[in-house]
């Protein structure tokens, strides 16, 4: 019972780190038609970033975090401007293809700059409390709430203010065609920098827990592509229920089913929603 | 025109100069890590050419290609490795594999669309490479499996020296360019290339869309399986990276640094990019580095690759000849409907 | 009777764009769907040609039925279509647009392919002839070599026809076809379906312009936001009083 316990609180917060990471690949996904193959490794210079304010800056770790954040958010601003911008018009195909290409590209500075070496955040929340019965580290606490806490401004920030709310229609959307007189390009940008934030902020959350290296961008993509196909691609909601259904349906495998194969579930699941559902489990249209 | 026959007869002879080279390869090379490089290049050209059919002429971007070839690769080398079979029974039962579970992929994911499709094709690829990577007990898994026989010989021909491996892997090679660019100029390979235009008019015109999929996606599987055997009685190890989607974005870069839907460009492409990647071994990481950057940069730029730039040049070259002539001897011009068909389906 | 169809509906999400209609083609005559703009006569030309799948009812065709079947089944039968807007081969020449629109009645397969057969090259051939033998009958021989997107819009409009004819329909289905040219040019176009129907196609068509579906068709069908209001000859819908209300009460007029 205990363990079950645990692996629910496992599954919230693997859920939680997804859920950042997918929200931004949804939002983009919805104002840019572009599934963004290097969002991922965002997260991963993310926790970069963070990783070296700590231990080559000795900046303490919510500060660290939070210059993360805000580098990601300026790389966020160049990818788009660097890549998707002037992609624009380009058949569909030939946008995946730049998207992989900007992946790589990122991938292999990073292991140029920083080797493959895996690195921890240094902890400093690793005590151990008890609550109900069962032993959690309190960073794993501090994703739950941060990932919380983050949803709930992004919310906020769609909902009550006016850049925020016109991501958000055009997101919802695609056709805009309500949406005359907007600085598209603006919008883009901003919503490259909100999406990169959101990511970095997951890879500051989980490196004292999950470790930081030049793949784990790769890993974390594909199962927040998963997520987002759950969702329904754009869907913000979508998004945050899909991340906390793989990140406990993965928790709860790997102790019950295989720890081995606990990274193919995700995309097993994938595949069965697809065959399935050959237009996504939320598709809109009235065929 | 005479200038038209002209080019055409500079096309053969360049055609016959390529393969007079290719035979004297082993030959004139100047050291036989030359040769190993150059073969290595022949077996991902051919699961260039696969991948090209599908993302070249059908228009459907398929990441699950270095699953396929990780998928002939392993089928083949197991057969040897633990069941004994030679080479010239494992080799076309992995093609077949490939093909089957391609076809049973291409069922599944056909039925999605654009960006589904991509997701879920590289989904499937991860899936292959997983499976493979964490079923240790007939895998091996992440240690590999060394120890791959080589072909066997048949009667006098024998496979142990590198320059007849090369030679084995260049006859695979040039079955494999015959095959494509017979089925790219037949009707078959036209309607491909409808599909890749426009689903819906082709689906109007009472073309089966979906069989013609699973037909151009079955082909490229067979393909790449016998690539993946050919790798793994060559190379004569196996380890689960041959089947990770960072060698299908290789092969992608391969193909689009060649020239997509164009016979010569997965070869040249493949040779161009292997070549120097192994010239750039010292560096090895800063080479995703410049691939990475060059994918955008040809995406955005030269979406017809090197081939595809040069046909262009051609036809410009040949309509600015034509049109001078045209303004001196006032003839009709049939360089302009030459160009047309240059930039039309090919 | 070719086309049937029963109850035939259509909904996007809450709206209706098509709702019960009962429709017959003959074989051999010319009809027209008139109506204002959004009416569903595009919706219905693309549930009977198969382009979407329908929500209730039935089509059959030339007794067949055809409820549910896929979209190229459509043009193997024997439906024909065109666009609104015109959809071509964009990458391709004229010439190689007909020979795809041949394709299905060709039988080549991949072995055919790579041993280059006779069945291949006969079937290369056949593709040729019967493109060269369409080119004459739309009159664009002179430019079949040009990519599509270097002729005339006209042109293009009537190599959109070709391509549906060159599927060998028995029902040909024509999506406003004189939009966008001008009056010349739409007397060459009238003449071309009149010819098109003397070689045995019964063809109907969606049109705006009126005088010209007052001259062409033999009987016509009148929606209204999805709902068939009236049919017959040019005659009686001219003096038929739902339609006139329908067309003055309607969003834009014709
Ligand atoms: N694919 C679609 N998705 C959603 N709504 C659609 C779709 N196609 C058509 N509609 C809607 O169905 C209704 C009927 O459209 P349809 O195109 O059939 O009209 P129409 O009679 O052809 O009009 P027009 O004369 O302007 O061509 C319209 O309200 C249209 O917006
Ligand atoms: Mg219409």
């Known amino acids: 019972m205990d363990l079950l316990i645990q692996q629910v609180v496992n599954g919230f917060t693997l859920g939680s780190i997804y859920c950042l990471v997918a929200l931004g690949l949804t939002l983009i996904y919805g104002i840019m038609e572009v599934p963004n193959f290097a969002h991922g490794h965002l997260y991963m210079v993310g926790g970069y970033v963070t990783f070296f304010m700590m231990t080559l800056y000795g900046i303490n770790y919510w500060v660290s975090g939070l210059i993360a954040g805000i580098v990601l958010a300026v790389l966020g601003i160049l990818l788009e401007r660097i890549v998707f911008n002037p992609m624009r018009n380009s058949p569909s195909t030939n946008k995946f293809i730049a998207a992989v290409g900007a992946m790589m590209f990122i991938e292999a500075v990073a292991r140029v700059l920083w080797g493959s070496d895996f690195r921890s955040i240094p902890a400093i929340y690793d005590n151990v409390v008890m609550i109900g019965g069962v032993r959690l580290t309190e960073q794993r606490l501090i994703i739950i709430a941060g990932a919380v806490i983050l949803m709930v401004a992004l919310y906020l920030f769609l909902k009550h203010t006016l850049i925020g709310s016109t991501i958000e229609a055009m997101a919802q959307n695609r056709d805009g065609a309500s949406l005359v007189g907007i600085d598209v390009n603006r919008v883009a940008m901003l919503t490259f920098a909100v999406a990169s934030l959101l990511a970095s902020a997951a890879a500051s959350l989980s490196g004292p827990i999950f470790l930081v290296y030049p793949s784990m961008g790769a890993l974390i993509i594909m199962k927040v592509f998963v997520i987002i196909v759950i969702g329904g691609m754009g869907s913000i909601p979508g998004a945050v229920l899909g991340s906390f259904i793989l990140g406990m349906t993965e928790s709860l495998g790997a102790t019950y089913i295989s720890s081995n194969y606990k990274d193919v579930i995700a995309f097993a699941i994938l595949v069965l929603i697809l065959s399935i559902k050959p237009s996504g489990l939320f598709a809109k249209g009235g065929h | 025109m005479d200038l038209i026959k002209k080019m055409y007869k500079t096309k053969y002879i360049a055609y016959l100069a390529v393969f007079a080279l290719a035979i004297a390869f082993p030959y004139i090379s100047p050291n036989r890590y030359y040769l190993t490089v150059v073969t290595l290049g022949f077996i991902y050209a051919i699961a260039v050419y696969g991948l090209n059919l599908i993302v070249g002429y059908l228009g459907q971007l398929s990441l699950a290609q270095a699953g396929f070839f990780g998928l002939g690769a392993y089928t083949s080398g197991l057969l040897s490795l633990k069941l004994g079979l030679s080479f010239w029974l494992s080799l076309p039962i992995a093609a077949v594999a490939t093909t089957t579970v391609a076809l049973l992929v291409g069922l599944i994911s056909f039925r999605t669309r654009g960006h589904y499709f991509v997701i879920l094709t590289l989904c499937i690829g991860v899936i292959i490479h997983l499976v493979i990577e964490k079923w240790d007990s007939l895998t091996g898994g992440v240690r590999g499996l060394i120890g791959v026989p080589i072909p066997s010989s048949i009667g006098p021909i024998e496979f142990k020296s590198l320059e007849s491996q090369y030679y084995l892997v260049l006859a695979f090679l040039i079955l494999t360019i015959f095959v494509m660019s017979r089925i790219v100029s037949s009707l078959v390979g036209r309607t491909f290339k409808s599909i890749r235009n426009s689903e819906e008019l082709a689906a109007t015109l009472g073309i089966n869309v979906m069989k013609s999929k699973l037909l151009a996606f079955g082909i490229a599987a067979f393909f790449t399986g016998i690539a993946g055997a050919l790798f793994s009685s060559y190379i004569r190890f196996l380890g689960p990276e041959i089947a990770a989607t960072h060698l299908t974005f290789e092969f992608l870069l391969f193909l689009l640094i060649g020239g997509q839907a164009t016979i010569a460009g997965p070869l040249v492409g493949t040779l161009l990019a292997s070549g120097i990647t192994e010239s750039l071994q010292f560096m090895q990481e800063y080479r995703m580095v410049v691939f990475g950057a060059l994918l955008i940069v040809i995406v955005k730029f030269f979406p017809g690759g090197l081939v595809g730039a040069t046909k262009s040049l051609k036809a410009k070259l040949e309509k600015r000849v034509n049109q001078r002539k045209k303004s001196g001897t006032n003839l009709p011009s049939k360089g302009e409907s030459h160009a047309a068909k240059n930039r039309g389906f090919n | ?254």
């Open chain 3, 1 to 254: 009777m070719l086309l049937k169809t029963e109850a035939l509906t259509k909904n996007f999400g809450g709206l209706t764009a098509l709702n019960k209609v009962n429709f017959e083609i003959e074989e051999g005559e010319i009809v027209a769907i008139i109506g204002p703009n959004g009416a569903g006569k595009s919706t219905f030309f693309n549930l009977i040609s198969g382009f979407y799948p329908s929500c209730s009812g039935r089509i059959s065709f030339m007794g067949k039925d055809m409820t549910g079947t896929p979209t190229h089944e459509f043009a193997c039968s024997g439906i024909g279509r065109t666009f609104q807007t015109t959809n071509l081969f964009t990458d391709s020449t004229v010439l190689d647009n007909l020979i795809i629109g041949y394709r299905s009645k060709t039988k080549m397969g991949m072995l055919d392919a790579i041993f280059n057969t006779k069945r291949a090259r006969r079937d290369e051939g056949a593709s040729r002839e019967k493109a060269g033998e369409i080119l004459e009958f739309i009159g664009l021989t002179e430019v079949k070599n040009q990519p599509v997107g270097n002729i005339s819009q006209e042109a293009a409009k009537r190599l959109a026809i070709g391509l549906a004819l060159v599927t060998e329909p028995r029902l040909l289905l024509l999506d406003e076809p004189a939009a966008g040219i001008n009056h010349g040019e739409t007397s060459e176009l009238v003449k071309l379906i009149e010819k098109i129907q003397h070689s045995g196609i019964t063809v109907c068509l969606i049109e705006h312009k009126m005088q010209m579906v007052m001259n062409l068709a033999h009987r016509i069908m009148v929606l209204n936001y999805g709902t068939k209001i009236a049919e017959g000859t040019p005659r009686e819908i001219n003096k038929n009083d739902r339609v006139i209300e329908a067309y003055l009460g309607g969003t834009k007029h014709a």
